[in-house]
C-alpha cells in the first residue's frame, strides 16, 4: 500500500475484522520499510567514515615514503664520489705498468721567434 490511499472503516460489521487486519498489515509494512532504510544508511555512514580514514592514513604513508626518498636522494647528490681503499687482505700487485704516454714536444727556451735567415750572396752569378 502506498501513502495515498487510507482504509476507512465502514459502517458495517461484517468487515471490520479484516479491514482492522488489512490496517495492522499496511502499518507494519510502513514500519518494516522505515526501519529497513534506517539500517541501510547507519552503516553506509559508518562504512563511509572508515572508507575516510583509511584513505587518509594511506595518503600519509604514500607521502612519508615519497619524502623519505627524496631526503636519501638529496643526502645522495650531495655526497662525494670517491674510490673505497683496497682491503687490507686484497692481494697488491707484483709491479705496475706504466701507462702509454707520447712524450711532450722539446721546450723552446727562447720565447721570441727567431729572426728570418739572411739571403746567401756568396753566389755570385755572371
Do not use: C, W
Request: aromatic share 2%; glycine share 4%; proline share 14%.
Amino acid at each position: 500500500m502506498t501513502g495515498d490511499e487510507s482504509i476507512q472503516p465502514t459502517g458495517g460489521t461484517e468487515g471490520a475484522p479484516e479491514q482492522h487486519a488489512a490496517v495492522e498489515r499496511a502499518l507494519m509494512d510502513r514500519s518494516r520499510a522505515h526501519a529497513s532504510r534506517e539500517r541501510e544508511q547507519s552503516p553506509r555512514l559508518l562504512r563511509n567514515m572508515i572508507a575516510l580514514a583509511v584513505a587518509l592514513a594511506l595518503l600519509s604513508v604514500v607521502l612519508l615514503g615519497l619524502d623519505a626518498f627524496l631526503t636519501a636522494m638529496q643526502k645522495f647528490m650531495e655526497a662525494k664520489i670517491v674510490d673505497p681503499a683496497p682491503a687490507p687482505t686484497a692481494p697488491m700487485a707484483a709491479y705496475a705498468v706504466q701507462p702509454d704516454v707520447s712524450p711532450l714536444p722539446p721546450a723552446d727556451p727562447d720565447p721570441r721567434p727567431s729572426p728570418a735567415p739572411a739571403p746567401d750572396t756568396s753566389q755570385a752569378t755572371p
